[in-house]
């Protein structure tokens, strides 16, 4: 699934943890709660799965 990372708790209402896998590539740095994202995403890992993230890198 794809789609608008803010209204993932909407678009999957009744889903809670049925999840092996969420991915979030090179969304985060773009929201501004990034925390109440990964919160959001966590919400629906089934147990044992895994929450993917990516950000982009910048030289130090």
């Known amino acids: ?3 608008d990372a ?3 708790p909407q678009l999957l209402a009744g889903r ?3 999840f092996d896998v969420v ?3 090179d969304v985060i740095e773009h929201v ?5 994202l990964l919160r ?3 919400a629906f890992v ?3 799965g895994c929450c993917w993230s990516t950000h982009p890198t910048t030289p130090a």
């Not at 501004?32 to 109440?36: I, Q």
């Open 1 to 3: 699934m794809a789609g």
């Open 6 to 8: 803010l209204a993932l």
């Open 16 to 18: 809670e943890r049925s």
């Open 23 to 25: 991915t979030l590539l």
């Open 32 to 36: 501004r709660d990034p925390v109440g």
């Open 40 to 42: 959001d995403a966590a």
């Open 46 to 48: 089934a147990p044992g």
